[in-house]
């Protein structure tokens, strides 16, 4: 599953998504659904590790007040 080539164009990607730091509320609920741990939550701090990422999504679907959002590479807009 991990060697397919769908995987590693995934992994190699553009990062997809972004987070608006200054609305979010460290609720760690994006934190708990990230498939990859790639989300870092550290006190009032919370980024994408990048080369983790394989832009899935599940964190843009997890967040309750919104802040993460696809960029404009990405294709959709909540
Ligand atoms: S898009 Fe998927 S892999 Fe990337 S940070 Fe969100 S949940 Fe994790
Ligand atoms: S789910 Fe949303 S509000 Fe909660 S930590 Fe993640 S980005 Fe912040």
């Keep these: ?3 397919t080539p769908e995987y ?3 992994k ?5 998504i ?3 730091p200054d609305k979010c509320d460290f ?7 990230c498939p990859e ?3 870092e939550l550290k006190e009032a701090e919370i980024f ?3 080369e983790r990422c394989t832009n899935c999504s599940k964190c843009v679907w997890s967040c ?8 404009k590479e990405g294709v959709v807009k909540r």
């Design 27 to 33: 609720c760690g609920c994006c934190v708990g659904v």
């Design 18 to 20: 972004d987070i608006l």
């Design 8 to 10: 590693r164009m995934a």
């Design 37 to 39: 741990d790639a989300i």
């Design 64 to 71: 309750p007040i919104e802040v993460i959002k696809f960029n």
């Design 48 to 50: 994408i590790i990048d």
């Design 12 to 16: 190699t990607a553009k990062l997809m």
């Design 1 to 3: 599953m991990t060697n």
